[in-house]
C-alpha cells in the first residue's frame, strides 16, 4: 500500500509517463481506461475529501490523471460512458451522505435520551432505598463481627470462621451500594454540567457541538476537514444530478419533437380528411342543389307547355266560337233579306 501511495506521489508530481525513455513512444490517454478515476473525472475523489478523519475512506487505488480529467470534460455531454460516471460519482456520493445522515439521527436520539436520563438519575426515591439497604447490612455487619469475637472466645473456631466469611460478603455488597451511590452522585453532577452545555448534533457532518460554545471552536469545527468534505459532497451531488438530468434531457426532448412532429402529421391528416369530407359534401350539395334547379325549371317548363297548351285551346276555343257566330248571323242575315224579298 505504502508503494502504492508513493508511486502515486510520483505520478502526480513528475506526470504518469515519468518512467518512459526518451525514445520510446508514450501511449495516447484514453480518459475510458479503467485506471483512471472516474470520480475524480466527474468532479472529485471523495478518497481525497477525509483523509485522517474518522471518516477517512484510506486512499484511492486508481489513478488521478488531470490530463485524462480535460479529455472527459471535453466529450460530448451526451456520451454514454460519461453519463455512466457521473451516475457512478452520484450513487457514491448519495451512499455516503445516507449514511452520515443516519449518524446524524442517531445523535439526535442520543441526546434525547441523555436529557431523559438526568431526569432519571437524579431520582431521590432511588437515593433513599440505596440508603435504608446500606444502614441495614452496616447493622447486620456489626452484629455478625460481635458473634464472630464471641464464637472465637468460645474456641468454635469454624463457626467464627463461617460468621467472618458471612461479614465479609456482606461488607462486599455494602461496597458496591456504596460505590453505585457515588458513581450515581458523580453522573448525575456530570449530566447535570453536560445539560449545562447542551449539545447539538451538526446537520451537515453529524458532529456534537456545544450550544453557544466559543465563536473560534465554532469556527475551527465549520473549516474542519470532516464538516467541508460533507458540505462539498452535498454541493457536488446537486450539481452532478443537474448535469446528468440535462444530458438525458435532449433526448428525451428529441423524443418529445419526434413525438411533436407525429402530432402535426397526423393533426395535418386528420384536416386533410376532414377537407375533403367536406369538398365532397360541398360537391354533393351542389349536385344536390343543381338538380333542384333543373327540377324547378323542368316544372317551370312543364307548366308553361300546359299554360301554354290552354292558351292555344282557349284561342282555338275562341276562334270556334266566334266562328259559329259569325256563321250564325249570316245565316240569319240571308233570311231576313230573302223574306223581305219576297
Request: charged share 45%.
Amino acid at each position: 500500500m505504502a508503494v502504492l501511495a508513493a508511486a502515486q506521489l510520483l505520478d502526480e508530481l513528475m506526470g504518469r509517463h515519468r518512467n518512459v525513455a526518451p525514445n520510446e513512444k508514450v501511449k495516447s490517454t484514453d480518459w475510458e481506461d479503467p485506471e483512471y478515476c472516474k470520480f475524480f473525472m466527474v468532479k472529485f475523489c471523495p478518497h481525497d475529501l477525509f483523509v485522517n478523519t474518522r471518516a477517512d475512506l484510506g486512499p484511492c487505488i486508481k489513478t488521478h490523471d488531470d490530463e485524462a480529467k480535460r479529455l472527459f470534460e471535453e466529450a460530448k455531454k451526451t456520451h454514454f460512458k460519461k453519463i455512466q460516471y457521473q451516475e457512478d460519482f452520484i450513487r457514491f456520493c448519495s451512499s455516503m451522505i445516507n449514511e452520515v445522515e443516519k449518524k446524524i439521527i442517531k445523535g439526535r436520539q442520543r441526546l434525547a435520551l441523555s436529557g431523559k436520563n438526568v431526569l432519571a438519575t437524579t431520582n431521590p426515591q432511588q437515593a433513599e432505598k440505596n440508603q435504608e439497604k446500606i444502614d441495614i447490612l452496616n447493622d447486620r455487619i456489626n452484629d455478625l463481627e460481635k458473634e464472630a469475637e464471641q464464637a472465637g472466645t468460645d474456641g468454635n473456631v469454624e463457626q467464627a470462621q463461617g460468621l467472618m466469611k458471612l461479614c465479609d460478603q456482606l461488607k462486599e455488597e455494602r461496597d458496591t451500594l456504596k460505590k453505585a451511590e457515588l458513581g450515581q452522585l458523580n453522573l448525575t453532577a456530570q449530566l447535570a454540567v453536560e445539560q449545562e452545555k447542551q449539545m447539538e448534533v451538526c446537520e451537515v457532518c453529524g458532529a456534537f457541538l456545544i450550544v453557544g460554545d466559543a465563536q473560534q471552536r465554532i469556527d475551527d469545527h465549520l473549516m474542519g476537514k470532516q464538516h467541508m468534505g460533507y458540505m462539498k459532497l452535498k454541493k457536488a451531488l446537486e450539481e452532478i444530478t443537474e448535469i446528468v438530468k440535462d444530458s438525458k434531457e435532449p433526448r428525451k426532448y428529441g423524443k418529445e419533437k419526434e413525438r411533436d412532429r407525429d402530432r402535426r402529421r397526423d393533426r395535418g391528416r386528420d384536416r386533410e380528411r376532414e377537407r375533403s369530407r367536406s369538398e365532397q359534401g360541398d360537391r354533393e350539395r351542389k349536385k344536390d342543389e343543381n338538380k333542384k334547379e333543373r327540377d324547378e325549371e323542368h316544372n317551370r317548363d312543364e307548366e308553361g307547355r300546359e299554360g301554354r297548351h290552354r292558351d292555344r285551346d282557349r284561342e282555338r276555343e275562341r276562334r270556334h266560337r266566334s266562328d259559329r257566330e259569325d256563321r250564325h248571323r249570316h245565316h240569319h242575315h240571308h233570311h231576313h233579306s230573302h223574306r223581305h224579298r219576297r
